[in-house]
């Protein structure tokens, strides 16, 4: 819950002028009531754009959600699933994230899926047992066709906003263990599946983190509020 108007403005005029590096794959994932904003000021831009949740419910009476036709209605390629704060703050299910992810693919839309295990989870040895199960519940979902279209994000909640780092060994240990249960689904598919790291990237850290061979490039959060910080973060990808 970041940004206004001008903010915005700000914020995204100052990121498609620093745009240096045609290689990279950017987007950027804001609240539902500045997607208008966003589709004004990005439409035709290499910059891409998307929600930050969506309902799994394709239309109704589901008072103060937002459906994925609402999303497409501005342009949107991306809606993030399964956040780590939804999952701790709104309850949400690996069922029911498994069931937003379908949803969009039906759509059109591209999930960034999240996985992620939590301080406790970290240090009782159950980080893969975790982060599997979350990953399983989504591949049940959609099947074996569609693991390359959705987009993979590790988020270690020890990570975020505590103190505490993940190396980059311990970040590429996940994302290896992730990729070959994509592997195990769909062999082909996996070896060109985005897995993102989620874990407090910054400029400083974000060319070790993305040296290593199953991390694909970064879902950022606080960075991305500064347009040089996520440009700093873009040039490294």
Known sequence: MNGSRAANATLLTGILEGLDNPKAQVAVCVPAPYLFQCEEILQGSPVAWGAQDVSCHPVGAYTGEVCMSMLQDFGCRYVIVGHSERRAYHGETSELVAKKTKAALEAGLTPIVCVG?????????????????????????????????????????????????????????????????????????????????????????????????????????????????????????
């Open 117 to 237: 295990e939590t301080l406790v989870q970290r240090e009782g040895g159950q980080t893969m047992a975790v982060v599997g199960a979350q990953l399983d519940a989504v591949l049940e979902a959609v099947g074996a066709e569609n693991v390359g279209k959705i987009v993979l994000a590790y988020e270690p909640v020890w990570a975020i906003g505590t103190g505490k780092t993940a190396t980059p060994d311990m970040a590429q240990e996940v994302h290896a263990a992730l990729r070959e249960k994509l592997r195990a689904c769909n062999a082909a598919a996996a070896e060109t599946a985005l897995i993102l790291y989620g874990g407090s990237m910054k400029p400083d850290n974000a060319a070790d983190l993305m040296a290593q061979p199953d991390i694909d490039g970064g879902l950022i959060g606080g960075a991305a509020l500064k347009a040089t910080d996520f440009l700093g973060i873009i040039r490294a990808a």
